[in-house]
């Protein structure tokens, strides 16, 4: 049979094999634990934009010594949508406001998100998109 004929490791391979698990149960056992130390935030502030055929974006930042943050960013589409999202993360946590004229979103206050909606609601909205991608056919017989 095929498994028979293997040969059994020879003294060396043995030698080798323990040289190796002595040595990886050394390394863990040198191994040790580092606490990471953490800086105090550092006042910052960034801005950015950036502008191609299919629209805009662009977004700032601004954080303090005590680690809040605030910002917005922007996405305007050439087709004419829109969505600026106004941010804070604090000791409070991370809170929202969401302006956008997006079809299909409605002005609502939930958990931590306020969103500001100018955009159609419900059957108007379904109304418009189909609307809006009708196109006439012309059936020659």
Not at 26 to 42: F, H, N, S, T
Not at 83 to 102: C, L, P, Q, W
Request: aromatic letters at 10%; a negative charge; zero cysteines.
């Amino acid at each position: 049979m095929w498994w028979a004929r293997r040969q059994l490791p020879t003294g060396q391979t043995l030698a080798i094999k323990r040289a190796l698990v002595i040595f990886v149960i050394a390394g863990m056992a040198l191994a040790q634990y580092q606490e990471e130390i953490y800086e105090p935030p550092q006042p910052f502030d960034f801005t950015y934009s950036s502008e191609d055929a299919e629209g805009t974006h662009s977004h700032s930042q601004q954080g303090d010594a005590s680690g809040r943050i605030t910002g917005e960013y922007t996405i305007r589409l050439a087709d004419g949508r829109s969505r600026t999202v106004r941010y804070t993360a604090d000791e409070n946590g991370y809170r929202a406001e969401v302006i956008t004229n997006e079809l299909g979103t409605e002005s609502k206050n939930s958990a931590d998100v306020t969103v500001q909606s100018s955009a159609l609601t419900g059957g108007e909205a379904a109304y418009e998109t189909v609307a809006s991608e009708l196109r006439p056919v012309h059936v020659r017989f």
